[in-house]
C-alpha cells in the first residue's frame, strides 16, 4: 500500500515512498505501461480480502478501492455484473455467520461493493423480503440515484427486522436462527460511507427517515436480552442470560460448566448490543448539524441506558467512545436546547445516585456509570468548565455523607458511585490539569472511607487512593539519589495544598496518642497515610517551614508512632520522618538516635521502641553514607558509637532477634557504604555467633531468628574475604558455621559464598 500514498517528506523518513515516485506510478497506470492493476492483481487482492487479520484485510481494501476499476473484471456486461453478484452474495452470506472474524470480511465486502458500485449509480439490487439473504440479484444501472443507496440498507434493516421478529414471537425457544450482528456492522459500515459520500444528504428527506428507523432498530436490538431473561429495567449479564437458558432448558441452576449452545447465544446477544452501539455512534458522529437536534435526546437515552446499566466490558467501550464523539457535537451544537443535554443526563445521574430507592446495584465498581461522567466532563470545550466544577462539588458532598445504618447487599451506596466516579475523573488524562484543585479533598475522603463499617466504601476508597497517590505525588525522579524516587518535597506539598497539612497533622498526633497508651488498635487510615509520606522526596535544603509548628509537630507525632507495636507501622513512620529531614539535620538525628540508643543500656528499654528507632538509623545511614566520605570526624564518631557503644545489642540475651538482626544490618550498611575497615565487623559477627551457640533450643525458634542467623552468616563470610589475612579468618568462620547445629547458618553460609563476585578469592579461601 506504501507504493501508492504520497509522502512529502519521505526523504527524511525509512520506508515511506516519496511524492515523485506516487506521480510516477500514477503515469505510470494512466498510460498503460504497467498492468499492476490488472485482473490478476485484483483476483489475488479478492483472495486477500478473506484473510484472518484485520489490518491485512483493510489494507487490501483500500487499494482495491482506490486504484482498480468498478466492475474490477474486463470481459462482458453480463459476466462483470454476474461476477460482483456472486462476490455480494458471499459477503453477505458471512454476514450471517455466527464466527465475528466472518462478520466482519462480509461487512468489508459489502462496504467496498455499496461505495464503488451502488452509490455512484453504477449499480441496482433486487431483492425480496422472502428470499433468503444472500439471494440477491445485482445489475447495472443507467445513472447514479439516492435511492439505490438507500434501498441497499433498508434489505440489511429488513433481515435484521425479520429476525427480531422471530425471536419475539417465540421467545420461549431461545436459540436463535441467525445470527444478527454480522449484519448490524454491515449497515453501519455502509451508513458512515453513505453519510461521507452523498452530496445532497443535507437535503433529502428519505434519508433522514432512513436514520430515524436505524435508530429504532438499534432499540429493538438493545431490548434483546430482556425478551431472552424477561428482564425489563436492567441488562443482564452473562450470568443472568445463562441461568435464563438453563431454566428454559430444564436445567439445574447453578453449573459451573456451560454448553456450547449457551456459549453461542451468549456471543449473539452481546455481540449484537455491541454493533447497535456502534452503529448509533457511526450516526451521532456523521449525522448532519440540521438533523441533530431531531434525533439528539433518542440518541442520549439510548447511550445512558447502555451505559448506566450494562455490565459488559467490551459493550461498554464501544459505547462510551461513541458517546465522548457524540457529547462533544451536542456541548458545541448552536441550539440551547440541545447543547444543555449533557447536563440534563448528569442532573438525572446525581439525582439516581443519591436516590436509594431507585438505585439498583450494578457491581462494586459502578460499572458504566463512572464512565458517563467522565465521558460528558472530557467532552466539556476547554474554555468551559462549568459541568466539571459541578459534578465536583456534588460529587465530593456525595461521598462524605454518612452511610444509612442498615442497607442491603443488592442496593448500593451513593457514597460508593460518588467514589468510584472521583476515580475515573481522576485517571483521565484530559481532565488531570483542572482536577488537581480538588485533590486534597479527595485524599481526605479516601482517607476517611478506611474506617467506614461498609465494605463497598472501605473498597472504593482504597482504589481511589491508589489514583490520588500517583496524581499527588507526580512520576517518578530518576536524577534524585531517594529511594522513594518521587518528585515531589513535603514541603512543595504542603506549600500546594495547606488544608492536607492540616489534615495530616491532626491524624498523625491521634494516631500518636493511641499508640503511646499501648493500645493494638488505631485508625484504618494510618497506614495509608503513612505509606503517602514515606513516598515523598526527601528535602535537599533548610527552609523557614522546617521551624513551623506544623513540621514540629508531625515530626513529634512520628516519633512517637516509632514505638507501634505494629512493624510495618513503625518501618513507613522512620521512612516518613526522613522526607522532613534535609542533609544537615540527617547527620545530627544519626548522631541523636544513636546516642538515645546508647543510654538505653543502662536502664529498661521498650523493644518495639528501640526497634523504631534502629529503623529510623537504618534510613538515615541509607542515605548519608554515599554522601560523607569526605565527613572523616563525623565518619569516625558514627562508628565509635555503632561498635563500641552500641555494642550491648548484639550480645545481650534479653535483647530480641528483631533487633539484633536489624543492629548487625546497620553495621553492615555502615561498614559497605564508608568504606571502613572490616576487622571491627568481623569481631562482631564471633561474638554473636558464640552466644547464639549459648542459647537454649527454644530460642532458635524465637521471631526473627532465622534473619539473625543469615546476617551473621553473611557478616562472617564476607569480612573474611575481606581481611587481609583472609585465609586463616575464612579458615576459622568456615569452621565455626559448618560445625553448628543450626541448619538456617549452613544454608546462610553457603548463599554467603555463592554470591562472592571474586573468583580467585573464593578458591583461595575454600582451598585453605
Given at each position: 500500500?506504501?507504493?501508492?500514498?504520497?509522502s512529502?517528506?519521505?526523504?527524511?523518513?525509512?520506508?515511506?515512498?516519496?511524492?515523485?515516485?506516487?506521480?510516477?506510478?500514477?503515469?505510470?497506470?494512466?498510460?498503460?505501461?504497467?498492468?499492476?492493476?490488472?485482473?490478476?492483481?485484483?483476483?489475488?487482492?479478492?483472495?486477500?480480502?478473506?484473510?484472518?487479520?484485520?489490518?491485512?484485510?483493510?489494507?487490501?481494501?483500500?487499494?482495491?478501492?482506490?486504484?482498480?476499476?468498478?466492475?474490477p473484471?474486463a470481459?462482458?456486461?453480463?459476466?462483470?455484473w454476474?461476477?460482483?453478484?456472486q462476490?455480494?452474495?458471499k459477503?453477505?452470506?458471512?454476514?450471517?455467520?455466527?464466527?465475528?472474524?466472518?462478520?466482519?470480511?462480509?461487512?468489508?465486502?459489502?462496504?467496498?461493493?455499496?461505495?464503488?458500485?451502488?452509490?455512484?449509480?453504477?449499480?441496482?439490487?433486487?431483492?425480496?423480503?422472502?428470499?433468503?439473504?444472500?439471494d440477491?440479484?445485482?445489475?447495472?444501472?443507467g445513472?447514479?440515484?439516492?435511492?439505490?443507496?438507500?434501498?441497499f440498507?433498508?434489505?440489511?434493516?429488513?433481515?435484521?427486522?425479520?429476525?427480531?421478529?422471530?425471536?419475539?414471537?417465540?421467545?420461549?425457544?431461545?436459540?436463535?436462527?441467525?445470527?444478527?450482528?454480522?449484519?448490524?456492522?454491515?449497515?453501519?459500515?455502509?451508513?458512515?460511507?453513505?453519510?461521507?459520500?452523498?452530496?445532497?444528504?443535507?437535503?433529502n428527506?428519505?434519508?433522514?427517515?432512513?436514520?430515524?428507523?436505524?435508530?429504532?432498530?438499534?432499540?429493538?436490538?438493545?431490548?434483546?436480552?430482556?425478551?431472552?431473561?424477561?428482564q425489563?429495567?436492567?441488562?443482564?449479564?452473562?450470568?443472568?442470560?445463562?441461568?435464563?437458558?438453563?431454566?428454559?432448558?430444564?436445567?439445574?441452576?447453578?453449573?459451573?460448566?456451560?454448553?456450547?449452545?449457551?456459549?453461542?447465544?451468549?456471543?449473539c446477544?452481546?455481540?449484537?448490543?455491541?454493533?447497535s452501539?456502534?452503529l448509533i455512534?457511526?450516526?451521532?458522529?456523521?449525522?448532519?448539524?440540521?438533523?441533530?437536534s431531531?434525533?439528539?435526546?433518542?440518541?442520549?437515552?439510548?447511550?445512558v441506558v447502555?451505559?448506566?446499566?450494562?455490565?459488559?466490558?467490551?459493550?461498554?467501550?464501544?459505547?462510551?467512545?461513541?458517546?465522548?464523539?457524540?457529547?462533544?457535537?451536542?456541548?458545541?451544537?448552536?441550539?440551547?436546547?440541545?447543547?444543555?443535554?449533557?447536563?440534563?443526563?448528569?442532573?438525572?445521574?446525581?439525582?439516581?445516585?443519591?436516590?436509594?430507592?431507585?438505585?439498583?446495584?450494578?457491581?462494586r465498581?459502578?460499572?458504566?456509570?463512572?464512565?458517563?461522567?467522565?465521558?460528558?466532563?472530557?467532552a466539556?470545550?476547554?474554555?468551559?468548565k462549568?459541568?466539571?466544577?459541578?459534578a465536583?462539588?456534588?460529587l465530593?458532598?456525595?461521598?462524605?455523607?454518612?452511610?444509612?445504618?442498615?442497607?442491603?447487599?443488592n442496593?448500593?451506596?451513593?457514597?460508593?458511585?460518588?467514589?468510584?466516579?472521583?476515580?475515573?475523573?481522576?485517571?483521565?488524562?484530559?481532565?488531570?490539569?483542572?482536577?488537581?484543585?480538588?485533590?486534597?479533598?479527595?485524599?481526605?475522603?479516601?482517607?476517611?472511607?478506611?474506617?467506614?463499617?461498609?465494605?463497598?466504601?472501605?473498597?472504593?476508597?482504597?482504589?481511589?487512593?491508589?489514583?490520588?497517590?500517583?496524581?499527588?505525588?507526580?512520576?517518578?525522579?530518576?536524577?534524585?539519589?531517594?529511594?522513594?524516587g518521587?518528585?515531589m518535597t513535603?514541603?512543595?506539598?504542603?506549600?500546594?495544598?495547606?488544608?492536607?497539612?492540616?489534615?495530616?497533622?491532626?491524624?498523625?498526633?491521634?494516631?500518636?496518642?493511641?499508640c503511646?497508651?499501648?493500645?493494638?488498635?488505631?485508625?484504618?487510615?494510618?497506614?495509608?497515610?503513612?505509606?503517602?509520606?514515606?513516598?515523598?522526596?526527601?528535602?535537599?535544603?533548610?527552609?523557614?517551614?522546617?521551624?513551623?509548628?506544623?513540621?514540629?509537630?508531625?515530626?513529634?507525632?512520628?516519633?512517637?508512632?516509632?514505638?507501634?507495636?505494629?512493624?510495618?507501622?513503625?518501618?513507613?513512620?522512620?521512612?516518613?520522618?526522613?522526607?522532613?529531614?534535609?542533609?544537615?539535620?540527617?547527620?545530627?538525628?544519626?548522631?541523636?538516635?544513636?546516642?538515645?540508643?546508647?543510654?538505653?543500656?543502662?536502664?529498661?528499654?521498650?523493644?518495639?521502641?528501640?526497634?523504631?528507632?534502629?529503623?529510623?538509623?537504618?534510613?538515615?545511614?541509607?542515605?548519608?553514607?554515599?554522601?560523607?566520605?569526605?565527613?572523616?570526624?563525623?565518619?569516625?564518631?558514627?562508628s565509635?558509637?555503632?561498635?563500641?557503644?552500641?555494642?550491648?545489642?548484639?550480645?545481650?540475651?534479653?535483647?530480641?532477634?528483631?533487633?539484633?538482626?536489624?543492629?548487625?544490618?546497620?553495621?553492615?550498611?555502615?561498614?559497605?557504604?564508608?568504606?571502613?575497615?572490616?576487622?571491627?565487623?568481623?569481631?562482631?559477627?564471633?561474638?554473636?555467633l558464640?552466644?547464639?551457640?549459648q542459647?537454649s533450643?527454644?530460642?532458635?525458634?524465637?521471631?526473627?531468628?532465622?534473619?539473625?542467623?543469615?546476617?551473621?552468616?553473611?557478616i562472617?563470610?564476607?569480612?573474611?574475604?575481606?581481611?587481609?589475612?583472609?585465609?586463616?579468618?575464612?579458615?576459622?568462620?568456615?569452621?565455626?558455621?559448618?560445625?553448628?547445629?543450626?541448619?538456617?547458618?549452613?544454608?546462610?553460609?553457603?548463599?554467603?559464598?555463592?554470591?562472592?563476585?571474586?573468583?580467585?578469592?573464593?578458591?583461595?579461601?575454600?582451598v585453605?
Amino acid at each position: 500500500m506504501e507504493t501508492f500514498l504520497a509522502s512529502p517528506p519521505a526523504q527524511r523518513r525509512k520506508g515511506k515512498v516519496p511524492e515523485s515516485t506516487a506521480k510516477l506510478v500514477s503515469l505510470a497506470l494512466a498510460a498503460g505501461m504497467w498492468d499492476f492493476c490488472g485482473d490478476p492483481a485484483a483476483r489475488v487482492l479478492d483472495v486477500v480480502l478473506l484473510d484472518s487479520v484485520a489490518e491485512i484485510r483493510e489494507d487490501a481494501a483500500y487499494i482495491r478501492e482506490q486504484y482498480f476499476s468498478w466492475p474490477p473484471h474486463a470481459g462482458a456486461a453480463v459476466d462483470v455484473w454476474y461476477g460482483m453478484q456472486q462476490w455480494l452474495s458471499k459477503g453477505l452470506q458471512l454476514c450471517c455467520s455466527s464466527r465475528s472474524q466472518d462478520c466482519e470480511i462480509g461487512a468489508l465486502i459489502c462496504k467496498m461493493i455499496y461505495r464503488k458500485c451502488i452509490i455512484p449509480g453504477k449499480a441496482v439490487i433486487s431483492w425480496s423480503n422472502g428470499q433468503s439473504l444472500g439471494d440477491v440479484s445485482l445489475y447495472s444501472a443507467g445513472c447514479e440515484t439516492l435511492n439505490s443507496s438507500i434501498d441497499f440498507i433498508l434489505m440489511l434493516k429488513q433481515a435484521v427486522d425479520k429476525h427480531l421478529k422471530t425471536t419475539t414471537a417465540f421467545s420461549k425457544d431461545v436459540a436463535p436462527h441467525t445470527p444478527v450482528y454480522g449484519i448490524i456492522l454491515a449497515i453501519q459500515r455502509c451508513v458512515s460511507c453513505l453519510l461521507l459520500d452523498l452530496p445532497n444528504v443535507k437535503t433529502n428527506d428519505e434519508l433522514k427517515t432512513l436514520i430515524a428507523s436505524l435508530l429504532e432498530l438499534s432499540a429493538k436490538a438493545i431490548r434483546l436480552n430482556s425478551l431472552v431473561t424477561e428482564q425489563e429495567e436492567v441488562n443482564p449479564s452473562l450470568a443472568d442470560i445463562s441461568e435464563a437458558m438453563e431454566r428454559r432448558g430444564g436445567q439445574s441452576v447453578g453449573s459451573i460448566t456451560i454448553t456450547a449452545e449457551q456459549h453461542y447465544l451468549m456471543a449473539c446477544y452481546w455481540l449484537t448490543i455491541k454493533e447497535s452501539m456502534t452503529l448509533i455512534g457511526v450516526i451521532a458522529k456523521q449525522v448532519p448539524n440540521q438533523w441533530l437536534s431531531s434525533i439528539a435526546v433518542q440518541i442520549a437515552d439510548q447511550l445512558v441506558v447502555i451505559i448506566t446499566r450494562c455490565r459488559h466490558r467490551g459493550i461498554l467501550e464501544a459505547t462510551t467512545l461513541a458517546a465522548s464523539q457524540f457529547f462533544q457535537r451536542l456541548l458545541l451544537s448552536d441550539c440551547e436546547v440541545t447543547r444543555l443535554i449533557p447536563n440534563n443526563i448528569l442532573e438525572k445521574v446525581f439525582v439516581g445516585i443519591n436516590d436509594l430507592s431507585a438505585m439498583a446495584s450494578i457491581t462494586r465498581r459502578s460499572a458504566g456509570l463512572p464512565l458517563l461522567v467522565v465521558t460528558i466532563l472530557a467532552a466539556e470545550p476547554r474554555h468551559r468548565k462549568d459541568l466539571l466544577k459541578d459534578a465536583m462539588s456534588r460529587l465530593l458532598s456525595t461521598a462524605s455523607r454518612r452511610e444509612a445504618d442498615a442497607l442491603g447487599e443488592n442496593v448500593d451506596l451513593p457514597q460508593v458511585h460518588a467514589l468510584n466516579s472521583l476515580r475515573a475523573i481522576f485517571r483521565d488524562a484530559t481532565l488531570s490539569p483542572k482536577t488537581l484543585q480538588y485533590v486534597d479533598k479527595a485524599v481526605m475522603l479516601s482517607i476517611d472511607g478506611f474506617s467506614s463499617p461498609a465494605w463497598t466504601i472501605r473498597n472504593s476508597a482504597t482504589q481511589l487512593f491508589g489514583v490520588l497517590v500517583d496524581r499527588l505525588l507526580g512520576q517518578k525522579d530518576l536524577e534524585r539519589d531517594s529511594p522513594v524516587g518521587t518528585s515531589m518535597t513535603a514541603a512543595q506539598l504542603f506549600a500546594l495544598y495547606p488544608n492536607l497539612q492540616t489534615y495530616i497533622v491532626q491524624q498523625v498526633l491521634h494516631t500518636s496518642h493511641v499508640c503511646g497508651s499501648g493500645a493494638l488498635s488505631m485508625h484504618p487510615g494510618t497506614f495509608p497515610l503513612l505509606a503517602l509520606l514515606s513516598r515523598l522526596a526527601m528535602e535537599t535544603t533548610v527552609t523557614s517551614k522546617h521551624n513551623s509548628e506544623a513540621y514540629v509537630m508531625l515530626s513529634k507525632g512520628l516519633e512517637q508512632l516509632l514505638i507501634s507495636p505494629v512493624f510495618r507501622v513503625r518501618e513507613l513512620a522512620a521512612k516518613s520522618l526522613l522526607t522532613l529531614m534535609s542533609g544537615t539535620d540527617s547527620m545530627h538525628q544519626l548522631v541523636k538516635c544513636l546516642q538515645k540508643i546508647s543510654e538505653g543500656c543502662s536502664q529498661r528499654f521498650c523493644h518495639n521502641g528501640l526497634h523504631g528507632q534502629l529503623l529510623l538509623v537504618k534510613c538515615l545511614v541509607e542515605k548519608l553514607a554515599r554522601n560523607i566520605q569526605d565527613e572523616h570526624s563525623f565518619v569516625s564518631l558514627v562508628s565509635d558509637l555503632l561498635f563500641t557503644r552500641l555494642l550491648w545489642l548484639g550480645c545481650r540475651e534479653n535483647v530480641s532477634n528483631v533487633v539484633k538482626a536489624l543492629y548487625l544490618e546497620i553495621c553492615w550498611l555502615w561498614t559497605m557504604r564508608t568504606n571502613q575497615p572490616w576487622n571491627r565487623l568481623s569481631v562482631l559477627g564471633i561474638d554473636v555467633l558464640y552466644n547464639l551457640e549459648q542459647c537454649s533450643n527454644s530460642d532458635k525458634h524465637s521471631i526473627g531468628r532465622c534473619k539473625l542467623d543469615q546476617m551473621v552468616a553473611s557478616i562472617l563470610v564476607n569480612s573474611s574475604l575481606h581481611q587481609a589475612s583472609r585465609a586463616n579468618m575464612a579458615t576459622s568462620c568456615l569452621g565455626q558455621l559448618l560445625c553448628t547445629d543450626n541448619a538456617d547458618l549452613h544454608t546462610a553460609a553457603v548463599q554467603a559464598f555463592s554470591e562472592c563476585k571474586e573468583p580467585d578469592v573464593l578458591k583461595e579461601v575454600l582451598v585453605s
